[in-house]
């Protein structure tokens, strides 16, 4: 077995380190799950079945997503945009691994960390106090499948900003845009399927929408048959492209490479 | 004849750098941190590396080591070209950077410790027996069940040269490993390095800005100042090759004028006390005798060069002066 399982198992072990924070986290993560349950409540009382949502598809949708902010890290963000900055990545480029594989493994460890700790009480909260859906057995099954793929995803996107930092030397400015674009185009504010016209096409074709919409929607059961293997094929792509896309930007910062910090 | 660990033939590495010239405008400066260097490290060396803040010493290590690849000239690590053959040349060599750790922060060093094997494939039986070796001569045990973020400094740097010989390398690059450690820490680190050279023959490249380190450790150091190797070869041949004033400490019997003698700086007075630099031509006793014609000394000490002033003299750059004591090979 190579090293990266184990990268994934210390990554894990690592960021289950602090537990008592992790579930301050997924306590803040509720009661934001309960502020946006009302406010959609009050709009699907307007619009029923909007976006082809029942109320309890869009209460449902709300605290999937609020369980899944943590896994995919939807705020954006990864510590090795940092290492780039203070120099510390030469650690990483030294090591015999390719170094997006590791940062997969470190990620894919933090995402199943979070998912222990911090995806549980909103979901328990929100099917206890609100109509909530639960998927089927295969539904549940895909679902186990499409938060990986999420996760992967959201990781190669991140790992794009962080690679950044070879280049801008702060990332400040790239994370503030890629924050708005992810909460937008993830389906964190509204879900994807009440976007009018050409704006939610394209919206649920970014790969934005393979962090939270998919998997939302693989938990309600929304897709069946081969639109279930498409949805899940449709993260799997975008996964193979950023990560490919990664893997050509590691290329080029090794070749333009300043190792900063001396 | 045995392959060189190191060989490295007008290595250069060139970079560019950006500055603001105007609103929107950036000018592009050259800039050689490495500026030809060739130096050959045999299998059983301990060799400093030593050179002024941004003199090419990291650059070089990073070289070395295949992080960043060499602009122009030829380096071979192992037998291996390092930016092409990394990850070989990775499981062959250990690199310890001392401002920064390759341990997990948050997990206890041992956790660290058994990725490593994981990294670097090390067999069960063997692990098992180098990490026992390294625990009882790092002294690792108290705190090998600590996660790393609770480690002193000393022992954190002890952790990571561990981490650096758990596959038992070659060749060991050290840069600054004792940066920052107490006096105890440091004996501890350099005793380490002394018996891992001398009892395994690990070749071992060391950066320091320490020149107890080097002192101690280091039989030949290479100095690099401003990309250009200016010197290599024995410290005791440093020392004697490379002039440096000695300093005359003279107690008068009560505090006097400073004390002016031709061609003799007089660098300090603290009441009875004067210091005297004298110039590497000057004759110690001749200088006594002639103070002692006109003053009334009580006591005196002749305070010979150490490696300090010698390096201090480099550094401060006068070139010619310095690639006199013995020129490379340009």
Known sequence: MGVLPWVWWYGLRRHSSYPLG???????????????AYVLI?????RPS??????????????ITQALIGPVQIFGGLDLAERIRNGDVAIDLYRPVGMQGWWLAEDLGRASASLLLRAGPPLIAGSLFFPFRWPGALNLAAFAVAVPLAVAVGFGMRYLVAMGMFWLHDDRGLNAVTLVMSLFFSGMILPLVVFPGALGTVARSLPWAAQIQVPAD??????????????????????????????????AARRKLVVHGG | ?????????????????????????????????VDGVSFAVEPGEFVGYLGPNGAGKSTTIKMLTGILTATAGTLRVCGLDPS????????????????????????????????????????????????????????????????????SLGQRMRGDLAAALLHDPELLVLDEPTIGL????????RDFLARVNAERGTTILLTTHDLGDIERLC??????????????????????????????????????APITLDGIENVRVEGPRQWLRLPRSANAAAVVAELARGHDVRDFSLREPGIEDVLAGLYRGDHEYWCSGRPVAP
């Open chain 1, 22 to 36: 992790s579930l301050t986290e997924a306590g803040t993560n509720t009661v934001f799950g309960f502020m946006r």
């Open chain 1, 42 to 46: 009050a709009l699907w009382e307007v």
């Open chain 1, 50 to 63: 909007l976006g082809g949502y029942a109320v309890a598809d869009a209460i449902t949708f709300c605290f």
């Open chain 1, 218 to 251: 693989v938990f309600l059961g929304r897709h069946t048959g081969l639109g279930l293997a498409g949805a899940l094929g449709f993260q799997a792509g975008w996964a193979a492209v950023l990560l490919g896309a990664g893997a050509l930007a590691t290329r």
């Open chain 2, 1 to 33: 004849m045995p392959v060189a660990m190191i060989e490295a033939v007008d290595v250069v590495k060139a970079f560019t750098v950006r500055t603001r010239s105007g609103l929107l405008r950036r000018a592009r400066t050259p800039l050689r941190a």
């Open chain 2, 84 to 151: 092409r053959r990394r990850t070989s040349l990775a499981r062959r060599i250990g690199v310890v950077f001392g401002q920064r750790t390759t341990l997990w922060w948050d997990l206890p060093l041992r956790d660290s410790l058994t990725l490593v094997r994981r990294l670097y494939r090390v067999e069960s039986g063997a692990h098992r027996a180098r990490l026992a070796e390294l625990t009882a001569l790092l002294e690792l045990e108290p705190f090998l069940d600590t996660p790393v973020r609770q480690l």
């Open chain 2, 182 to 189: 107490d006096v105890v820490s440091k004996a501890t680190v």
């Open chain 2, 219 to 256: 039989r030949r150091v290479m100095i690099i100042d401003r990309g250009r190797l200016a010197y290599d070869g024995g410290l005791d041949e440093l020392r004697r090759t490379v002039p440096a004033d000695r300093v005359l400490v003279v107690e008068l019997a009560s505090p006097a």
